[in-house]
């Protein structure tokens, strides 16, 4: 009995011990002090992030009165994906434990010296909260941060983050490259909120062709491109109408690859003087027509067509160029199921 209840002694001291020691290396001890809690609960209160690191760039993105796509830096849409990643983050990121003795003053000036910081504001002209984010842990599980809040101060040692349920490091979520946070999208129709596609091969004119939509089942597709008017003269009145449904359902989303192409001012001017291979025009129901160009892109490598034949075309990508003479990345599994032939939506012969 007497052995039963030193037994019994033992094991509670060491569960209790344990406990101690897993709150401790968890971080779970240090969730009521202010500096260790960098999750933001309600990120629906957050409408401005500000992300800057030591090589200059920085970005502000805010969210739109809508709820709609945020802005970034005043002039652009931003990323949705990149947007609720970055709020996916905030809200989830917990603190796994504090960074040891022997590497806290090289953690302070990796932070100093590379790491990135970012403003979360909920409506004031303060920010709620000032995240300072450096380098991933050996294993790549963890991210060095350090956690300031106006009014109550800046934490004086950085701590192991994480987020909750996933798995790897957080700095990646943390980008201040402008044309990486840029929205890709360019045709955004979700309600087909058009009158008119024109889809040019400018190499084949043959295969141009035009669709008028009116919404339902009134379309009509066109032959015959003036180039001069800008429009088509003769009406197809026997065509494969799924196909041009199908057509029409493809413009509620197209979205580039990236804006970030890396040409040079050169390498833009001399594409400028190349004639399109392809350009897509839609006129939308406001009256107002939007243009895209597509245009060859060179290979990188040795590249071979459908019929094994080497071409000197990248198989993967165009350039595009839009109306405002920016430049981006097409992706041709995007953009072709757009760009084929007027043949393609014909009807067949019995």
Do not use: C
């Not at 001890?29 to 990120?43: H, K, N, R, V």
């Not at 209160?45 to 920085?58: A, E, M, V, Y």
């Not at 892109?297 to 839009?322: I, L």
Request: glycine share 8%; proline share 5%; hydrophobic share 40%.
């Amino acid at each position: 009995m007497k052995r039963n209840i030193i037994l019994l002694i033992a094991f509670v001291v060491l569960g209790a011990a344990a406990i101690f020691i897993y709150n401790k290396q968890s971080g779970s001890t240090l969730s009521g002090q202010p500096l260790t809690e960098f999750a933001i609960q309600d990120t629906a209160s957050i409408n401005k992030i500000f992300l800057t690191d030591n090589n200059g760039k920085s970005v502000t993105i805010e969210r739109t009165p809508n709820n709609g796509l945020w802005m970034l830096n005043g002039k652009y849409k931003a990323r949705r994906d990149a947007v609720n990643n970055l709020l996916q983050t905030i809200n989830r990121i917990r603190v796994r434990g504090a960074v040891s003795a022997a590497s806290r003053d090289n953690m302070m000036r990796v932070l100093a010296s590379a790491g990135k910081k970012v403003e979360i504001y909920t409506g004031g002209d303060e920010p709620a909260k000032i995240y300072y984010v450096g380098t991933s842990t050996p294993d790549h599980m963890g991210t060095v941060m350090l956690l300031e809040i106006p009014g109550i101060g800046r934490a004086e040692d950085p701590y192991i983050t994480h987020m909750e349920g996933f798995t790897g490091f957080l700095t990646p979520r943390f980008f201040t490259d402008e044309m990486e946070w840029r929205y890709t999208g360019y045709f955004a129709y979700p309600n087909l909120e058009f009158s008119e596609i024109q889809v040019i091969d400018n190499y084949n004119p043959q295969n141009s062709f035009g669709v008028q939509y009116k919404g339902g089942n009134d379309i009509s597709l066109f032959a015959g491109y003036q180039p001069g008017v800008q429009a088509f003269s003769t009406s197809i009145p026997n065509y494969d109408s799924v196909a041009v449904k199908d057509l029409l359902i493809l413009f509620k989303k197209v979205h580039f690859d990236s804006y970030n192409t890396l040409l040079r001012r050169e390498a833009m001017d001399s594409i400028n003087k190349v004639v399109p291979a392809f350009t897509l025009r839609v006129k939308e129901n406001t009256g107002k027509v939007k243009e895209l160009n597509l245009y060859n892109k060179r290979a990188a490598k040795r590249e071979f067509d459908a019929q094994g034949n080497e071409s000197p075309w990248d198989g993967n990508f165009y350039w595009a160029r839009t109306e405002e003479g920016e430049f981006a990345l097409a992706q041709k599994f995007v953009f072709n199921p757009i760009l084929l032939p007027l043949g393609a939506y014909l009807k067949k012969p019995l």
